[in-house]
Structures are given as structure tokens and as C-alpha cells.
């Protein structure tokens, strides 16, 4: 395993994932270039790793002993240079995607893995708007990531070994599993589970069952963790309702357009944990 010193890694977007991220890659003693488009997100970003980093230590999820990388913020994306290695984690939005990545894969010294970490976007879809195919692959962190240790790795159809072996060796550094999977719309863990809550908020919808009852049912007779809606909340129900219009443009499954219910929300700005209100309130 190379000494964290060696590393330093760059993310692009400061919201939940991308913060969530920065906390794991800061706890295990790895430097951080954060990226976005205003200081107030920044500020606002820093404010939310202090407190993350405090949870995860509490937590025992962090490495024992090993002091917190260095984190550099800024609103440039030529301060992405000197990175060994990005994470795209902005908004599910294959443009949006594109156009960073474009721009970062043009900033980047050769031979930089570019990772974009995605729920359901088609790593293929993505390499054609950057300089080195061979350089991007996919991943997809759960959210907290500073928890949950396995990582979703999609490769897709032009990503090169050497690309690959880099993103699993800093993943292990961050003492995460790797599960790489064959590149697709919403790849594995959002094709079962996006559909899936979907389907939840829709019967919640229809006046079947309670928010409250579709959790409880779920969790005490299928075994779900937390309940497909309370995950729902957690992940964001503009990211949950982006990943679905993507895999529903990609795959014609009707089981993945965003139902009313969810729709609804979003238009209102119930957005879930992050907002303080979702399918419930916080």
C-alpha cells in the first residue's frame, strides 16, 4: 500500500456525496482538493466534514493514530492538476457529468485516474466527453460513505487495466471493498434498488399503506435495513428522482419513471435528509 503522502485526491462537488467522500479520504490520512462552484458551498462543505469526521471517529470507522489529510478548497478547476487520482460527484446529470469531466480530463496529467462517481449513468456515455477513455470508470459509494466499506466499481468498455488497478489500490487504501461490475444503465445496486423505491412511494401514493407502514413491512418481514423510504430520504429525492429519469431514458422500464409522489416532492423541495423534510421529517 503506497503512503498516503503520495496520494492526493481531488473531488468535484461539495454537496453530500461529495463531502461524504472528502470525510473518508481526510480520515485515512489523504489530502483533499475539493472543488465548487461558490465559496458559500465550500464553507458550508467544510462545516459538514468537521462534523462527519467527528461522527466517524466515534464510530471507530476511521484508522486509529493516522491524522487528518489536508483540505484545500476552491471554485477552480485548474487546481485539479496535481491530483493522483478525481472523483466527479456532482449532480446525476449525464451533461453535467460531460462537461466536467471534459474539463478535468483536459487539467489532469496522463495516466490520472478520472473516477465518476455515478448511480446509474453508462460509463461508456461519459467517455465520449473525455480527452483519455482509458483514464475514466465509474463508482458507486453508498451514502455515509465514511461508513459503508464496499464500493461499486463499474468499468466501462474503453477503461484500461491500469486505470482500474489504481482506483482498486486507492479504494483499499480507504479500506474499502471493490465489486467491479460490467458498465450498464444503473450498473447493479440502482437497478434493483432505484425500481424497487419507486415502487414504494407508489403504493404510498395510491393510499395502499402509510410511509411509516411501507418501512415497517420491509424491514420486519423482508429484512431491509432501514426501510426503502427512509433509504429514499437518505440518498436525496432529487439525486433518487435524476437516477430514475436516467435508467427510465436508457432502458424503457416503466418500473423506473419517477412516480407522482415522488415528483411531487421534489417540486416541493422536500428533498429528504438534506432538506429537513422528505418522506419524513427531520
Given amino acids: 500500500m503506497s503512503e498516503p503522502t503520495t496520494r492526493r485526491v481531488a473531488i468535484v462537488g461539495a454537496g453530500v456525496m461529495g463531502s461524504g467522500i472528502a470525510t473518508l479520504v481526510l480520515g485515512h490520512g489523504i489530502p483533499v482538493t475539493l472543488v465548487d462552484v461558490d465559496d458559500t458551498t465550500l464553507q458550508a462543505a467544510r462545516t459538514r466534514i468537521q462534523q462527519q469526521l467527528r461522527h466517524a471517529q466515534l464510530m471507530g470507522a476511521l484508522p486509529a493514530g493516522t491524522a487528518t489529510g489536508e483540505l484545500l478548497t476552491t471554485v477552480s478547476l485548474r487546481d485539479v492538476a496535481d491530483a493522483t487520482a478525481v472523483i466527479e460527484a456532482i449532480v446525476e446529470d449525464p451533461e453535467a457529468k460531460a462537461k466536467v469531466l471534459a474539463e478535468v480530463s483536459a487539467a489532469v496529467r496522463p495516466g490520472t485516474p478520472l473516477i465518476s462517481n455515478t448511480s446509474g449513468i453508462p460509463i461508456a456515455e461519459l467517455a465520449e466527453s473525455v480527452t483519455r477513455p482509458e483514464e475514466l470508470l465509474g463508482t458507486h459509494f453508498m451514502n455515509?460513505?465514511?461508513?459503508?466499506?464496499?464500493?461499486?466499481?463499474?468499468?466501462?468498455?474503453?477503461?484500461?487495466?491500469?486505470?482500474?488497478?489504481?482506483?482498486?489500490?486507492?479504494?483499499s487504501a480507504l479500506g474499502r471493498k471493490a465489486v467491479i461490475v460490467r458498465d450498464a444503465p444503473g450498473f447493479v445496486t440502482s437497478r434493483l434498488l432505484h425500481p424497487m423505491i419507486n415502487a414504494a412511494a407508489r403504493i404510498v401514493g395510491e393510499g395502499t399503506a402509510t410511509v411509516e407502514s411501507v418501512d415497517e413491512l420491509m424491514e420486519g418481514c423482508l429484512g431491509h435495513p432501514t426501510g426503502p423510504l427512509r433509504t429514499a430520504d437518505l440518498i436525496g429525492l432529487d439525486n433518487l428522482a435524476d437516477s430514475l429519469q436516467v435508467l427510465y431514458e436508457r432502458t424503457g422500464d416503466a418500473s423506473c419513471k419517477p412516480c407522482d409522489l415522488l415528483v411531487d416532492k421534489v417540486r416541493q423541495g422536500h428533498l429528504g435528509r438534506k432538506s429537513g423534510r422528505g418522506f419524513y421529517c427531520y
Fill in 144 to 171: 455515509p460513505s465514511y461508513l459503508i466499506r464496499m464500493v461499486e466499481v463499474s468499468r466501462g468498455p474503453r477503461t484500461g487495466d491500469a486505470a482500474v488497478e489504481a482506483v482498486v489500490g486507492l479504494l
